[in-house]
């Protein structure tokens, strides 16, 4: 009967303190849903990865030789811990389809048995079918292409034509990009046989490793095996390495969001039960004077934080596990191609997340509980006596105190008399424009990504890239037609420093060259000679700095030269080695032939000479790369715009919570303005201008919170090879702050309204 008693007892008071248990409901719900949200998330891309890369037997390693022959194959497949090893040649092609798309054709000497494609139609081609090919499914969908038409592609001259056997998917080539984004109008792959192309030369090895081997022993070992190779590992490969830096991006980012979203929504409920507790405590001693236990009454209380905790975590949870993570998937495919999805279920941490925040309900209710549990049954039987009142710090500063009206006073009196509420007021403000702040900031600094390396690091019209037949640098100055023309010189080199290794591009420039803006802030600096200029990311890798030494292997070169860093520059797109023309020429490696041609302010004229040159294989323009780019880059925005919407809704949430809380606690006091003869207008705008005057602290205390969130979050982001630079608008920390601020005031505008509805029987009832 006592048990029964108490259930309908907690049915009333969560009908009577609705919005209370509501307010709790979605706060546990909301940090949840984004900590399952961004765990779903990484789990569904990085479980299809692990699935994917392990049942299509994705090579280790890639290494580029000049000839593949049988002796190099038998060395790398003599290094312990090699379990098979494939020797093959991958150049891109232009093709005769249509808008003359390119082909990276890839030709495999023997079966595929190494990065084995997915089929998704048609069959898969025989060792010995030397007219058949294997093409891209994304490539094939967009160019209407199907099994049995006939592609054409063209190398030095000729032409080599094969049969459609299969439409395919390649672990290899999950993002299909020969830029900055996959494009398959204009890009894609084949897959055939190498009896198929026999002049071309074989020039990668694709190595599987055991299991269990330690893939920077063999590493090391291939590397000494054959000194003058280039050899890229799955985080080195552009296609793995974006499919992997994105699964690791969404993993990271569960533990930076969710922080803050946990902090606020941990506040606001040690808020919400302990107002709740503290107007329970007539009720308490009520239930001690009729008998009920301790235990009976604490564990009826815990209910308050036990039911609202658990049902909003694992709301939050089946919320946030089941419907972002394909939304975001929807995204990603825009730039990653899967032949599936593996969906996983409710991670262990996730879980435990949804666990923990049940548990720290019940600590805060049940520190709140022993807070009232310990007074008599006579005290609790007494309503609580309003706090003494006493002298601020600003009424002892005269001059200025005596400037308030009444009103401002007023104001002033309560929030320093009840400190701690005007506390978590202004937490919970502070978190929420934080947040705000942060997603817009990363939109900006994501978006901005592409008009800081296009128009910034990179400030020419053109670039034209070259083919092995390129001319002299001085030909090139004195005959086209632009305002300034530079040529470099770009070679992939085995970077090696005392603590690791990379495959990277050095990139080599004339002595006079403007057209690269590569100090900090897209400012221009000289590359001096001497040394070697190394971007800032490659010298973290290296563990490398200013005076330090690095070895240098070119492709089919077995001697190695040393460098100096001599400077360390800034790109936040592509890492690599700057080196001065005669710092190059010192090294004795070789001539100074341009692999491109920068031009700034190009004519007409130029445009027609480029067009009439043999050796100009391709045009790269900086503007269309910067749509590209940005294209690919809002995809990482959307993540952002989603975590904003979570942002806005828990700024919702709290501010209506605390303005409900402060309008009840001083029911009395505006009851007794009533009866003073004030108007309910005067007293709404009372309580507006109290509100305001904290929402306003709180989002003046954000913007510098706010912004650091958004370093710290582009610090998470960040690969090797890929760095985002915060650079968040004054517009959009003013439009964050106008947003917190319009939802605390059009709650409060809500929340004046009751003023009418006050009971002044009830309000104004004397502490005995």
Known sequence: MARSALRKKLVRDMRQSMMQFLSIIVLCSLGTLIFAALDGT?????????????????????????????????????????????????????????????????????????????????????????????????????????????????????????IIRGIIYSPEFICVTKGTYPNPEEYGYILVNAKAVP??????????????????????????????????????????ASAINNAEMFANLRLVFPLMAYAVAGLIVLTTLTRMIDNQRLQIGTLKALGYSNTSIRNHYLSYAIWPSLIGSVLGVLLGHHTLPRILWALLLGQNEFPYRIYPSVS????????????????????????SGRETTAELLRPKPPKAGKRILLERIGFLWKRFDFNTKMVVRNLMRNRMRTIMSLAGILCCNGLIIASFGLQDSVNGLAKTHYEGTLSYDVRANLTMDADQAASYVKRLDAERVECIMENSVSVRSSQTGRTSLLTVVEPDQQLLHLGKDEQHVPI???GAAVTEMLCDTLGVSIGDRLELYFPGDQDPVTVQVSQIVYNHVQQGLYMEKGTWEALRKGDFRPTAILLDATTDRCLQQLDELEEVETLDWPIQQSHDLTDMLDLISSVFVLLMGVALALAFVICYNMGLMNFAERTREYATLKVLGYH?????????????????????????????????????????????????????????????????????????RKVRGINMVEALKSVE
């Not at 991958?90 to 890839?106: I, K, Q, V």
């Not at 070992?221 to 985080?235: E, F, H, S, W, Y």
């Open 42 to 162: 990484a789990q569904l891309a990085q479980g299809t990865i692990d699935v994917y890369f392990e049942e299509n037997n994705l090579s280790d390693f890639w290494v580029s030789v000049a000839n593949a022959d049988r002796e190099t194959l038998a060395q790398v497949r003599s290094v312990h811990g090699v379990q098979d090893v494939c020797a093959r040649v991958s150049m891109d092609l232009e093709s005769t389809l249509p808008g003359e798309p390119e082909l990276n054709l890839t030709a495999y000497n023997g079966e595929m048995n190494i990065n084995q494609p997915y089929l998704e139609r048609g069959e898969l081609l025989s060792p010995n079918d030397l007219r058949g090919c294997l093409i891209q499914a994304g490539f094939a969908r967009v160019h209407g292409l199907d099994t049995g038409d006939r592609v054409t592609v063209k190398w030095n001259g000729a032409e080599f034509q094969f």
């Open 199 to 240: 002049q071309l030369p074989m020039t990668q090895i694709v190595v599987q490793l055991e299991e269990g081997a330690d893939a920077d022993r063999v590493k090391a070992a291939i590397q000494q095996a054959l000194p003058d190779a280039l050899i890229l590992d799955r985080r080195a490969h552009q296609s793995t």
């Open 348 to 371: 262990p941490v996730t879980w435990g997340m949804a666990a923990l925040t049940v548990v720290l309900s019940l600590l805060i209710c049940l520190y709140t509980y022993h807070k």
């Open 528 to 530: 001096l000679p001497g």
């Open 680 to 752: 309910q207008n005067e007293i709404r705008k009372l309580i507006v201008g109290e509100n305001s005057l904290v929402s306003f602290i709180g989002i003046l205390l954000s913007v510098y919170p706010g912004i650091s969130l958004i370093t710290l979050v582009l610090r998470v982001c960040q690969t090797e090879t890929f760095s985002y630079p915060s650079n968040p608008q004054p517009s959009s920390v003013v439009l964050a702050c106008v947003i917190t601020y319009a939802f605390s005031f059009l709650i409060q505008l809500l929340l004046v």
